[in-house]
């Protein structure tokens, strides 16, 4: 099984800040990887597919970098309505894996 | 519009075996296209992957599960359906069904699921 260890767990932020939420696959896993946000009580949300290109209808602030190994999920200028907890997902091979999740909560 | 909805008991007794039906509107489950997934989340933690079927019958599982979980596709429902059996405390979870087009693109509301006496 492909691991995928999301860092950090849990961070504050201010509305403002730039964000960066790291996935790292315990093997090479090409680009075959999705970010996906989810808010309390809610369905998660696909952010970022193949790695870097954005969902449609997922504002411009998210984006998303890497390959093979190490993945990025970059927020920059949080807002508000972006608290929320984040996960990957690596769809490289079977069994599909997802990351721990990052909870972005309020500083 | 695409829309997945799942159905099924909220609650289930220990040792029993779990039924969920996902029933998908908006593109046919025969579409060679598509894998179908079922995925799960115990309140407040992190989600896991149980398994995924492909309009022929073919299915993936999750290791951890595989002794206990069966999919099905029903192309004249256009459903897909998870069996999970031997059930315990630990398996007390939302789950969700969804599309699988290499990742999980579109996701039910999901449905929880507890498992008590």
């Known amino acids: 099984d492909i691991q995928m260890t999301q860092s950090p767990s849990a961070m504050s932020a201010s509305v403002g800040d730039r964000v960066t939420i790291t996935c790292r696959a315990s093997?090479?896993?090409?680009?075959?990887l999705a970010w996906f946000q989810q808010k309390p009580g809610k369905v998660p949300k696909r952010l970022i597919y193949?790695?870097?290109s954005l969902q449609s209808g997922v504002p411009s602030r998210f984006s998303g970098s890497g390959s093979g190994t190490e993945f990025t999920l970059t927020i920059s200028g949080l807002q508000p309505e972006d608290f929320a907890t984040y996960f990957c997902?690596?769809?490289?091979?079977?069994?599909?894996?997802f990351g721990g999740g990052t909870k972005v909560e309020i500083k | 519009q695409l829309q997945l909805q799942e159905s099924g008991p909220g609650l289930v007794k220990p040792s029993e075996t779990l039924s969920l039906t996902c029933t998908v509107s908006?593109?046919?489950?025969?579409?060679?296209?598509?894998?179908w997934a079922w995925i799960r989340q115990p309140p407040g933690k992190g989600l896991e992957w149980i398994g995924s079927?492909?309009?022929?019958?073919?299915?993936y599982y999750n290791p951890s599960l595989k002794n206990r979980v069966s999919i099905s596709v029903d192309m004249s429902k256009n459903q897909f359906s998870l069996k999970l059996s031997s059930l315990t405390a630990a398996d007390t979870a939302f789950y969700y069904c969804?599309?699988?087009?290499?990742?999980?693109?579109?996701w039910g509301l999901g449905t929880l699921v507890t498992v008590s006496s």
């Open positions: 908006g593109v046919s489950v025969s579409s060679s296209n598509y894998f």
């Open positions: 079927v492909y309009y022929t019958g073919n299915t």
């Open positions: 093997q090479g896993i090409s680009n075959y």
């Open positions: 997902l690596q769809h490289n091979s079977y069994p599909l894996t």
């Open positions: 193949a790695a870097s």
């Open positions: 969804a599309r699988e087009t290499g990742d999980l693109d579109y």
